[in-house]
């Protein structure tokens, strides 16, 4: 998630470059055939563009739409994780009085850390994104990502040790988890540690977290569909093709002299039109590690160090960063 009020240019640029420079060079070249060489008929009637431009407008405001609709929904999922974790915890701090229950209520509170850590780790384990794709690479160069095995092993290591070697075994390791967490539920009901209205209670809880994963899982399994952001890539492109030829004839009207300026309009509403596009295009895939990722790890260090506060624990560990303006 980026943090910065005021996107720095660099950034910008990163996104745009290749588009403004084929857009520029377009734009000079038109212009280049119709002022110096006096190829006239290259000017194409500017109201068809128009309408081309306002059709792609509606399109990609529409794809833009459901992208934030998505970026949205995944935010709030990992705000139901963590007011579910803590109410979890809290409830069980609550109403585990027993002295002997303390060790317990501390070891399912880490497999509570651990269960959304794994989670974050599963939902980047794979790209949605092809390997050369430019918002996979910029991943890659900006951040720092371990193989997933081995990020699963150290946090299973850190927080759930006992547990370690039955989750790894496992496909989806945090639905084994949390399964552990009900069984858990269940076996503080034997001891006495809980009545029956606090397990009820406890398990919801449990249930829905096991939603949210789930609401969470479905935004991942099921990327933004290809036809809607491709054909929305394709006709920015013809727009931003069509342009300069329709620009030309309009400049032309003003006089020779004003002929010029059909190259940076061109560039300009080329530009708008593309950074548009890259906004949908950036924000539709919420769980893959670009810059305007959902901010999981970010998330997860926020729930620990509440949960942990929860236990009485002292040494806390610090809340994330941002790291070049970016939270991970």
């Not at 929305?232 to 003003?254: H, M, N, Q, R």
């Not at 020779?256 to 300026?261: D, I, N, S, T």
Request: charged share 25%.
């Amino acid at each position: 998630m980026y943090t910065k009020r005021i996107i720095e240019a660099r950034v910008i640029w990163y996104f745009s470059w290749r588009m403004l420079s084929l857009t520029t060079v377009l734009a000079f070249l038109v212009y280049l055939l119709y002022h110096q060489l006096g190829f006239h008929k290259i000017a194409v009637p500017f109201l068809p563009i128009a309408t081309v431009g306002t059709a792609v407008a509606f399109y990609v405001g529409f794809k833009n739409n459901s992208s934030y609709d998505r970026l949205w929904e995944a935010r709030k999922i990992w705000g139901e994780l963590t007011n579910t974790s803590r109410s979890l915890i809290s409830y069980l701090a609550a109403v585990m009085q027993n002295e002997s229950a303390r060790s317990e209520l501390k070891n399912f509170a880490y497999r509570q850390i651990a269960y959304v850590n794994i989670l974050r780790l599963q939902l980047r384990k794979r790209s949605v994104w092809d390997e050369n794709h430019e918002y996979t690479r910029m991943s890659k160069v900006c951040f720092e990502t371990k193989p997933f095995e081995q990020a699963a092993e150290e946090t299973l290591e850190s927080f759930c040790p006992a547990d370690a070697d039955a989750v790894r075994q496992k496909k989806n390791m945090a639905n084994e988890i949390l399964q552990r967490q009900m069984k858990g539920l269940a076996s503080f009901k034997t001891r006495d540690w809980i009545d029956s209205y606090a397990q009820s209670d406890l398990l919801k809880l449990c249930n829905e977290l096991f939603i949210s994963q789930g609401k969470a899982e479905r935004i991942k399994n099921f990327p933004f569909p290809r036809q809607y952001a491709f054909f929305s890539e394709v006709f920015v492109y013809i727009f931003t093709a069509l342009l300069p030829f329709g620009l030309i004839g309009e400049f032309a009207k003003l006089g020779e002299k004003q002929e010029w300026l059909e190259i940076p309009f061109s560039v300009l509403i080329s530009w708008i039109f593309i950074t548009m596009e890259k906004v949908g295009d950036t924000s539709e895939n919420p769980f893959e590690g670009s810059l305007n990722d959902i901010p999981m790890t970010t998330i997860c260090r926020n729930i620990e160090i509440d949960l942990k506060e929860m236990l009485g624990e002292t040494e806390l560990p610090l809340p994330l960063e941002p790291d070049e303006h970016v939270l991970m």
